[in-house]
Each structure stands twice: as C-alpha cells, then as structure tokens.
C-alpha cells in the first residue's frame, strides 16, 4: 500500500484534521508501543499499520 493511499484511509476514516493528531499521539501496543508516525517511521509497511489501527479501532470492514 502505498503512504498516500494510507493516509487517505487515515483521513477518511478519522476526518482530515485528526488523522495526523491520531497518528502522532495513539500509541498502539500492537504498533510494539509506537504511534502511526514512529512506526511508519521505523520500517513498518503502510499496509500492516492499516491493519493494526483497523483491528484496534475497530473500523468497518467496507473502509479496511
């Protein structure tokens, strides 16, 4: 996936000005204790942090 189509999901589903305050603030466990930013950061696939914020915050399955 690529980082424009993640955060286009990251916008569409948490509204285009709390994507990126959610991504810089969330730490996520299943993220090994990141937020979105600092996992993109170190390595993670777009795709599977997408995942992770589906599955933690329960998005709908016709927006994963």
Same mark, same amino acid.
Do not use: Y
């Given at each position: 996936?690529?980082?424009?189509?993640?955060?286009?999901?990251?916008? !569409?589903?948490?509204?285009?000005?709390?994507?990126?305050?959610?991504?810089?603030?969330? @730490? /996520?466990?299943?993220? +090994?204790? $990141?937020?979105?930013?600092?996992?993109? !950061?170190?390595?993670?696939?777009?795709?599977?942090?997408?995942?992770?914020?589906?599955? @933690? /915050?329960?998005?709908? +399955?016709? $927006?994963?």
């Amino acid at each position: 996936m690529r980082l424009t189509v993640f955060w286009q999901r990251m916008a !569409d589903h948490f509204g285009p000005g709390n994507a990126d305050t959610f991504a810089r603030d969330h @730490v /996520m466990a299943e993220l +090994g204790g $990141r937020t979105v930013h600092q996992a993109l !950061d170190a390595g993670w696939d777009a795709k599977d942090v997408w995942r992770v914020v589906c599955t @933690v /915050m329960d998005v709908p +399955g016709e $927006r994963r």
